[in-house]
């Protein structure tokens, strides 16, 4: 079954249970993510998802608490045996990011390491058998994307939000979607709050709103006002798995 994966749930200082936001989408030929602030390859594994699945990454925004794990994902995804290209995809700042944190390591005596390609770019992202992947721009302190993300196999769509305030191209992106993952770090420019996210979840018109990048102690009460602007919203479970059907029930 496709599946959605809450890789990482936190903001870049959460609680102790909650890694650097990270997310996946997988199918049973292809697992593609979507940053890598941490141990991103750990987190595949703890998922219960195989890691040589890996098709493709994208990049949403330069910061280290989605980026700065990059040269470790290289190590590692070449060590579980990837000897073939790796895509990665994002805005121009992302790319060029992800690529000064790998070039501070020297490989060239690495046997067999994969070559990357970069793939820099906003819009159209990846269009390939199992993904149809759309980028746009946010609204955060450093130029930062969110996504729509088709599953070509059962046709559900996934949005997320990535870093960003309540911005009009999230709602664009979201529009009829089945999950919208949004964050909710709180107050301040260039993120939201819970009850923003469930605005632009209401806006878009989709079905389900699962909130991620949480602060260190999460607000209930927030949640349960926000239901009377948009019901169907929850937090993030850390390391949860959302199958991709039309009638998503979680799978635990
Ligand atoms: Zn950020
Ligand atoms: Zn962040």
Same mark, same amino acid.
């Given at each position: 079954m496709p599946s959605l994966h809450l890789l990482g749930t936190g903001?870049? !200082? $959460?609680?102790?249970h909650r890694t650097t936001t990270m997310l996946a989408v997988s199918n049973d030929q292809s697992l593609f993510l979507i =940053?890598?602030?941490?141990d991103v390859v750990q987190r595949i594994m703890a998922a219960g998802i195989d890691p040589t699945l890996f098709t493709g990454m994208l990049v949403t925004h330069e910061h280290a608490d989605h980026v700065s794990g990059f040269p470790l994902f290289m190590e590692k995804i070449w060590l579980t045996g990837r000897h073939t290209p790796v895509p990665v995809y994002g805005p121009p700042q992302g790319i060029d990011q992800a690529r000064r944190c790998f070039e %501070?390591? =020297? !490989? $060239? $005596?690495?046997?067999?390491f994969p070559d990357i390609e970069w793939h820099q770019g906003v819009g159209l992202t990846v269009d390939d058998k199992h993904w149809r992947i759309t980028t746009d721009w946010v609204e955060h302190s450093v130029p930062a994307v969110g996504m729509r993300i088709e599953c070509k196999q059962t046709g559900t769509i996934v949005a997320f939000s990535g870093d %960003?305030?309540?911005t009009e191209s999230v709602v664009r992106l979201a529009t009829g979607a089945d999950i919208l993952v949004h964050e909710a770090t709180g107050s301040g420019p260039g993120h939201s709050t819970v009850n923003e996210a469930a605005d632009v979840a209401q806006k878009a018109g989709v079905n389900r709103l699962i909130l991620v990048?949480?602060?260190? %102690?999460? =607000?209930d009460e927030a949640l349960e006002r926000a239901r009377t602007v948009f019901p169907n919203i929850e937090w993030g479970e850390e390391l949860g798995t959302y199958p991709l059907e039309k009638n998503h029930l979680p799978c635990r």
């Open positions: 903001a870049a !200082v $959460s609680a102790p =940053d890598c602030g941490g %501070t390591f =020297d !490989v $060239s $005596s690495w046997r067999n %960003t305030g309540p990048h949480l602060p260190p %102690t999460l =607000d």
